[in-house]
Nanobody, 116 residues
């Protein structure tokens, strides 16, 4: 059974940094495109970043370009999201997501709060 477990969230001041991790199990992780989404209170869940199976290509939402970096370590079955220059509007629950053979899998989410 596919399982995604996020970690690394927390409370950080504006301008600070956090690194999120998503550990995958129950799948051949290295074969799949991985994504990070986020959902702020009372808003829709939105794509933040994505990365190809080999890590060679990435994609970002305009709101995080230049501040966030997605990466992966296929040997560890883990995808990361390095978040720098955080802003209060980055406050959200961050989710790891993968689609495999038409099935969608989400992690449980990790809370990121940016506040002074």
């Amino acid at each position: 059974q596919v399982q995604l477990v996020e970690s690394g969230g927390g409370l950080v001041q504006p301008g600070g940094s956090l690194r999120l991790s998503c550990a995958a199990s129950g799948c051949t992780f290295s074969r799949f495109y991985m994504n990070w989404y986020r959902q702020a209170p009372r808003k829709e869940r939105k794509l933040v970043a994505g990365i190809t199976s080999d890590g060679g290509s990435t994609n970002y939402a305009d709101s995080v370009k230049g501040r966030f970096t997605i990466s992966r370590d296929n040997a560890k079955n883990t995808v990361y999201l390095q978040m720098n220059s955080l802003k209060p509007e980055d406050t959200a629950v961050y989710y790891c997501y993968v689609e495999m053979w038409g099935l969608r899998y989400w992690g449980q989410g990790t809370q990121v709060t940016v506040s002074s």
